[in-house]
């Protein structure tokens, strides 16, 4: 086991070397650069792929072993009801900070400028009602083609439902998707070895394109972004997770800090859903809470996102010298926050979204998003952290509302006492592949209730 945890150990050690390869190649060729962006969009793709099947195997596991469907509800109710107060909170935050910083005071708005915002605008995001109907999918398989979180994610719940009710006679079709899940996993550990390539192409392209006259011209509102994800994560969430679940969140942080480089170096948070999943059930939260959770907040816990349409819009007024009122602001972001489900872990969507939004309530302003393209990138990467960080949050305070959470093995795992075995993926309670199969139902007992 040692000599196993020390090879991802190494892999990881790269990917840190790629990032920092990747920034000097960006800034000494950037044409060259540029060229590498596929390998980044690459390595991103193969993680994508196997998103939908680790989902659909996760929540019908989850799910399927429940024997009350009122508690799966009662699980995704209360979620939703935290991440729409958390992402209030997120939006109160953005409000103050931009109001208090007014970084777009200074800049002027370019006929360049104004084509990069409207070519942002012709991309930007449908409305609520067509968004509520891309739930549903095409057929009961095109979730899996088209790669859609919440269409797997309800195609999951109703295979999840129709196994839990039908009882004993359903539990081989558990069985098979059980060896279909850490198959799935297994394949990701694999894809996992070419992270520190994809992350060499994916932040070379990045510096490539952006260089550092976007940087310095708009330093005031990407640091200022950043420092208000900090605050939100640390001080927000952080004594959150505290007072529920008696949880310091740097050990958290700490335990996921693999997943947090990966976002890092490829900008997108999607790339680390399948190992949150698996590191959120090793950590002692229940498959059903996981199931639900992790799928679900990827789309509606959009913390990183308020923060930065909250902020972005008031830069873009400013900078426009046409500043939003309090009521315009309120208006304005609750569309956003409506507008931008489903927009989490792919980079660039939040600027589309931003533009769309302002395009709908006030199209004078939708020219100034050109401001912010050469940075939006990494301001891209500060909102998949701080959306990262609140679906872990929101994970183990869900688990410990619901009693779905095993606090000595949360406080074992925290502490390194039980490792996570990142060959497999899977929770280090799973059988090896040579034990009997039918252990499986019974791995699955504790999670029943």
Known sequence: MAARRDRTHYLYLAVIAAVVLGIAVGFAAPGVAVELKPLGTGFVNLIKMMISPIIFCTIVLGVGSVRKAAKVGAVGGLALGYFMVMSTVALAIGLVVGNLLE???SLRLTDEVAAAGEKQASGASEGTVDFLLGIIPKTLVSAFT?????????????????LQAMGRSGEPVLRGIGHIQRLVFRILAMIMWAAPVGAFGAIAAVVGETGLDALKSLAVIM??????CALFVFVVLGALLRLVAGVNILTLLRYLGREFLLILSTSSSESALPRL?????????????VGITVPTGYSFNLDGTAIYLTMASLFVAEAMGNPLSVAEQISLLVFMIIASK???????????????????????????????????????????????????VATVLVGTWTKEIDKARVAEVLAGKVPFDEKTLVDDHAPA???????????REPVAV
Do not use: C, W
């Open 103 to 105: 970084p777009g005071a």
């Open 146 to 162: 088209e790669g859609e979180v919440l269409q797997t994610l309800l195609v999951a719940l109703l295979a999840g439902f129709a």
């Open 223 to 228: 640091i200022g972004f950043y420092i208000t």
């Open 277 to 289: 999943i698996a590191k959120m059930e090793h950590l002692g939260v229940s498959k059903p809470v």
């Open 342 to 392: 489903g927009a989490a872990g792919v980079t660039g969507a939040g600027l589309a979204t931003l533009a769309g939004g302002l395009q709908s309530h006030r199209p004078e302003l939708v020219d100034g998003v050109g401001l912010i393209v050469g940075i939006d990138r990494f301001m891209s990467e500060a909102r998949a952290l701080t959306n990262f960080a609140g679906n872990a």
């Open 433 to 443: 592949a040579a034990d009997d199969p039918d252990d499986l139902p019974e791995r």
